[in-house]
C-alpha cells in the first residue's frame, strides 16, 4: 500500500505546483486597454468614405479589434456623448498608445480632422 502512496503524492504535488505556478504568470499578465474615440462628424460621408478606411488598417495593423462603431448611445446617468462612439480593444495599454501614434494613424487623423472633431482616450481593462 505504501508503494501506491509515494506516486499519488507526487502527482498531487505536481499538479499543485502547475496550478500555482500557472496562476502566477496568469497574473502577472498585463491587462487589455481600450481606446475611447467620442467624434463629432460634421461631414459623414467624407468622413466614412475617406477618414474610415485609413483609420481602421491603421488601428488594426496595430493589433486593435473594434468592439463598437457609432451604435445608439443611451444615457445611463449624465449626457451622452454628442457625437459617435467607438470602441477598440488593444492587447495593453502601450499598444493603444502607439497604435493612435503611428505614422499611418497619424497620416489618417489628418484626414479625418476636416469631417470631424475628436476625443479619444484610452483606459485599462480587468486582467483576464
Not at 496568469?26 to 491587462?31: E, L, M, V
Amino acid at each position: 500500500m505504501r508503494a501506491n502512496f509515494r506516486p499519488a503524492l507526487a502527482l498531487c504535488l505536481g499538479t499543485g505546483i502547475c496550478a500555482f505556478a500557472g496562476h502566477e504568470l496568469h497574473a502577472q499578465a498585463k491587462p487589455p486597454a481600450y481606446a475611447v474615440a467620442e467624434l463629432e462628424v460634421s461631414d459623414p460621408e467624407g468622413f466614412t468614405k475617406e477618414f474610415g478606411p485609413l483609420a481602421i488598417k491603421a488601428l488594426t495593423d496595430a493589433g486593435g479589434k473594434q468592439i463598437v462603431r457609432g451604435g445608439k448611445t443611451v444615457p445611463i446617468f449624465g449626457d451622452a456623448p454628442k457625437g459617435r462612439v467607438t470602441i477598440w480593444q488593444f492587447e495593453t495599454l502601450e499598444k493603444a498608445q502607439a497604435a493612435y501614434s503611428s505614422p499611418a494613424f497619424i497620416e489618417a487623423k489628418k484626414v479625418g480632422d476636416k469631417y470631424a472633431k475628436f476625443r479619444v482616450y484610452a483606459v485599462e481593462g480587468i486582467p483576464q
